[in-house]
Each structure stands twice: as C-alpha cells, then as structure tokens.
C-alpha cells in the first residue's frame, strides 16, 4: 500500500516510468539522494496473471540494460526475490 505522500513527493525523485505495452508490469524508478548517478527501483509490479509472462522478462532485462546499478530493497519473504 502506498503512503499518502508518494505521489505528493513523487516529482522530485522521479528519474523514470517503465511499462510493458499491455500496461500489466511496470516500474518506477528514483534518484538517490544526493547521487545523480545512482538509482532505485521503487517499484516493480506485475498484475497476477501476468506474473511469469514474457513482457515482464523484457522490462527486467530492459532495466538491467539501462542502468549498471539499480538498487532495490525487499522484505525477506517477498516472493519475487527469487525471480
């Protein structure tokens, strides 16, 4: 669930809005802090029945592709670490 503030505070740490052509995976992507050339993957969702599909592999290669460090933090029982 998002906070009440992350689309308030959304414009000055945007750095980018991937989505996959059905619009069912997307990602979002921030600046860090005080480094112009670090990023953080914020957000990776897939709709569920997408989940394993094609275009979800695409936008992930697409991310490694674009950024030669992302950074990503998650809980330790989120189920797509494995992937």
């Known amino acids: 669930m998002l906070s009440n503030d992350y689309w308030h505070e959304m414009p000055s740490r945007l750095h980018a809005i991937y989505l ?3 619009l069912k995976s ?4 921030f600046n860090v802090p005080d480094s ?6 914020d957000k990776f ?5 997408e989940r394993g ?12 592709h674009d950024y030669d460090q992302l950074f990503w933090r998650s809980r330790h029982n989120n189920v797509i670490n494995s992937w």
């Not at 599909?53 to 490694?64: I, S």
């Open 26 to 29: 997307c990602a979002i992507v």
């Open 45 to 49: 969702a897939v709709s569920k029945g």
């Open 36 to 41: 112009p050339t670090l990023f953080y993957l």
């Open 20 to 22: 996959t052509e059905d």
């Open 53 to 64: 599909n094609f275009n979800t592999e695409v936008l992930w290669q697409q991310l490694k």
